[in-house]
């Protein structure tokens, strides 16, 4: 993971996580981020026995400012204790965790393309959303697939990713008190 120091450049700041990039698959890794309370949170998704990695679960990491990882929850623990009744077709086993919500105002970046399984169930999280009472802003990117800011993906839409990277630091400046309060941790490079 990287974040973008004070002459634009990209630093890794945490590279322990379990992630891997898939060919013909999903990229498993780091997904989402919460800043709460000046403390970075990661959403390391994708892993977990339903991927045939099962000492690699979906979890919540809390990242200290030397870069250290510390196991917040294990999220397809829970939900493999908990499950759900009448699961969707497509609910993985261990969960569909595709974000960190950390109270407050909520941002989706998500690609236009209707088979992409990360759009699955948006209209329930809307929903959803909207019954918490939470503001909130779900963007889709015309021309684009699943994980099309990974710039080392077959994906990879350059165009939509910086204009998806803009659009969160002006999310960031008005929901979060300013970009500089809420810098991004990972970023495309331009």
Known sequence: MSRIDETGCGVVFQGTLPSAGGTGGPD??????AIVNGQIHVL???GSASHGIPLTPD?????????????VADIGSWVRANPVVNPPENLDPDGNPTSVLAGG???GVYSDDPDD???EGLDDLEE???????TYEINNYPDTGHAFHNDTG????????L???????????????????????ASPVA
């Open 163 to 185: 204009v998806a990277w803009k659009d969160t630091f002006a999310w960031f400046a008005e929901h979060l008190g300013g970009a500089d309060e809420a810098t991004p941790v």
């Open 105 to 107: 105002d909520a941002l």
């Open 128 to 134: 959803a959303l909207n019954e918490a009472s939470v």
């Open 44 to 46: 390391d998704d994708g």
């Open 28 to 33: 498993l890794g780091p997904s989402d981020i």
């Open 154 to 161: 077959q994906r990879y839409n350059e165009e939509q990713a």
């Open 59 to 71: 979890c919540i990491y809390a990242i200290d400012g030397g870069g250290s990882a510390r196991l």
């Open 117 to 119: 399984f990360a759009n």
